[in-house]
């Protein structure tokens, strides 16, 4: 119980002290400034820290008996969460530099499949953080790959005898990703409607792909964890372990 408090805590300091850095260097003259990539920074530890916490959560509510998992389904499940936080460090690119105005044509980039200034600046490494174009290709293209992952693993894990609180849950990724993708495109296409200091629909759509980012990425985060409840349906958790198939990921907890 200490160790996770302890990391609660100096996840919780870290924020703190990059969000204090993130404000102060963004301080200059009359203007308020700051850098996409700060802000990316301080985004992504905060999903860092609301991921760690949920994660707390339920580890508290569920009993360790029944900790047990599909070691692939597991496997799979964190690799969809590692090309969702490259996606939201891309989103908060995207909000970061107000790129949206810079390509508000969809499916193409300003009728273009692949833009020709996705790497104009040198050196090209500097594209992805910088170049507006590049972010939204990537923005975009993560988003038509993440569709394909997560469909494939809501038809993967579907196969799997499953808890209840699994069975119930693993619809939700899949939904939460539609739901993300529709916004984010309503939200390239109302940008040509922003009016600056004038909260519109474009701001109302773009702070909903916010929060359901947010909701996506705990909705795997409980996937994660779901393969840890009480497990595969009717297999017995020991029958299980001795057939080498099931994986006791005892280790993963705080
Ligand atoms: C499907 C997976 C997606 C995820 C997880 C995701 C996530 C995010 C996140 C976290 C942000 C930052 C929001 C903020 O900090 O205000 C963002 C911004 C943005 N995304 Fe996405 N996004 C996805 C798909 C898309 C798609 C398909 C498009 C458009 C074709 C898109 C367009 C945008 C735009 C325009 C912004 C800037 C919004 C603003 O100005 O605040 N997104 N995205």
Request: hydrophobic share 55%.
């Amino acid at each position: 119980m200490v160790k996770p408090l302890v990391i609660l805590f100096l996840l919780g300091a870290l924020q703190g002290a990059v969000g204090w850095i993130m404000v102060a260097s963004g301080l200059v003259g009359d203007a308020v400034y700051v850098k996409p990539t700060r802000l990316a920074l301080h985004f992504i530890l905060a999903m860092g820290l609301l991921s760690y916490t949920f994660w707390f959560v339920l580890q508290l509510k569920v009993k360790k008996e029944q900790i047990a998992v599909h070691r692939s389904a597991f496997n799979f499940t964190l690799v969809i969460l590692f090309v969702v936080v490259l996606q939201l460090l891309f989103g908060a690119l995207m909000a970061g530099h107000k790129a949206a105005t810079a390509a508000a044509t969809w499916p193409t980039i300003n009728n273009e499949w692949i833009p020709t200034a996705l790497f104009k600046d040198s050196p090209w490494l500097i594209n992805f953080i910088e170049n507006k174009i590049t972010i939204h290709f990537f923005h975009r293209g993560l988003a038509y790959l993440l569709i394909i992952l997560v469909t494939a693993w809501y038809f993967y894990t579907v196969k799997i005898k499953a808890s209840g609180l699994f069975q119930a849950t693993r619809f939700i990724p899949l939904a939460l990703l539609l739901l993300q993708a529709v916004l984010g495109i309503i939200a390239v296409l109302a940008s040509i409607k922003i009016i600056p200091n004038k909260w519109g629909l474009y701001e109302w759509i773009a702070q909903l792909h916010q929060l359901a980012g947010m909701c996506l990425l705990l909705s795997l985060v409980l996937g994660t964890l779901s393969h840890k409840t009480k497990i595969i349906g009717t297999i017995n958790l020991q029958k299980q372990r001795s057939r080498k198939k099931s994986f006791l990921f005892s280790n993963f907890c705080p």
